[in-house]
């Protein structure tokens, strides 16, 4: 009430919700639930679009990702929709681009309502920093090994989805970057003391690529 954009006060509020959920969950009924994740939600976005710096906000920013999959209704009902929409224009894209790595492997949740919304925070980071989630993606698409668990069709969704989202960015930094995804991909399986050799070799025709660009 004396400072509504204090993003420290923002953070305790939303910390302590997030904290009474997560240790009264199985005490707590559906309703009581989904308030206090409602209240954790609202403290969160408004400590994260004031918080001062991406560093300062950036466990807000994961413990909201981690409260968004374990709270469907916050993703289902169309009031709470429509609060996650509020939020999601109020968070800069900067914010969000600090944890892409946590938001691309999220793409293989099988709650679709949650998939669907990291898919929507990616597309915003695609269309003004590319750089920062194609290469996550390639590498993605390019993995070798599958996790049983997960499901061969929530796999196939999460590529497609995946592809979709690379489409979104710079053909020329798309295609870098699926350059780097495989060469990676290809020394993750050279012994060990090859692996320098590789890293090597990647960086002398990085270097030439630099040098080339800037005499054009």
Known sequence: ???SASHRAWHAWGLMNYRIRQFNKDR??????NAFAERAQQGFFAAISNSPSTAEALQDILRLIHLWGGCLPLLERTA??????????RVPVSSWAAVVPQLVGHLYSAVVPFRQLIEQILSRIAHVMPQCVVFPLHRMVLKDSIDETEGIRVIAESESVANYLISLCEPKIAS???ALA???AASAVFPLECVAMVLG?????VSQAM??????
């Open 1 to 3: 009430q004396l400072d």
């Open 211 to 216: 040098k080339l660009q800037a005499r054009g």
């Open 182 to 184: 495989k060469t990676l």
């Open 176 to 178: 870098d970057a699926r």
């Open 80 to 89: 709470h929709r429509q609060h996650v929409a509020d939020g999601l224009r």
């Open 28 to 33: 707590l009924t559906a309703e009581e639930n």
């Open 201 to 205: 070799r990647l960086t002398s025709t």
